[in-house]
């Protein structure tokens, strides 16, 4: 049975300082990664014989505004399927180069995952077989999910962005 602590020392061993944090939330890991080594780090977890985390359950995009130079990133959440042990990757780059390898090679359900992504938050999935739009209009010019527009209509009063967690 895996435990956080032996996949943590496993990641640790194989990828060294390329293991930029780690934490606990809810008795999962999240293990932070350079956007150029999560690819790697992905491999690795689904064919190393003891992790065999080898399920994309998820694949989101993240936007922190006030993170300077790392205001973009994507989480990927891998699972081995006869423990239920369960893992989230995070990779951050700056929104001025929203770039990441595509993981379709290692999980073909990425494609589409990753499809929504650059969709709603301009991420740019380097290798990806087809990344065009997948809801949005294909003229549009714009990342809707981007945290860089009001929630409220400006001309009310009685709401403000801070009650929304911005």
């Known amino acids: 049975m895996l435990n956080n602590e032996e996949v943590l020392n496993e990641l640790k061993a194989q990828f060294g300082d390329k293991i930029l944090s780690s934490k606990l939330d809810y008795d999962t890991l999240i293990v932070d ?3 150029n080594s999560a690819y790697a780090v992905l491999e690795f977890l689904k064919n190393q ?3 065999k985390l080898n399920f994309l359950t998820t694949l ?3 936007h922190f505004p006030d993170h300077s130079g790392a205001e973009l990133g994507v989480m990927y959440q891998v699972k081995n399927l006869v423990s ?3 893992l989230r990757l995070k990779s951050y780059f700056p929104i001025t180069n929203p770039k990441i ?3 379709t090679g290692l999980f073909p359900s990425a494609n589409w995952m990753e499809r929504q992504e650059y969709d709603f938050f301009g991420i740019e ?3 990806h077989p ?3 739009r997948i809801l949005n209009v294909d003229d549009m010019d714009y990342f809707p999910m981007r945290k860089e527009y009001r ?3 400006g001309t009310r009063d009685d709401k403000e962005d801070k009650y929304f967690g911005r």
């Open 49 to 51: 014989p003891s992790l």
């Open 130 to 132: 087809d990344l065009r």
């Open 60 to 62: 989101c995009g993240l």
């Open 33 to 35: 990664v350079p956007s």
């Open 151 to 153: 929630l409220e209509d």
């Open 84 to 86: 239920g042990y369960s």
């Open 101 to 103: 390898n595509s993981v």
């Open 125 to 127: 999935f380097e290798g």
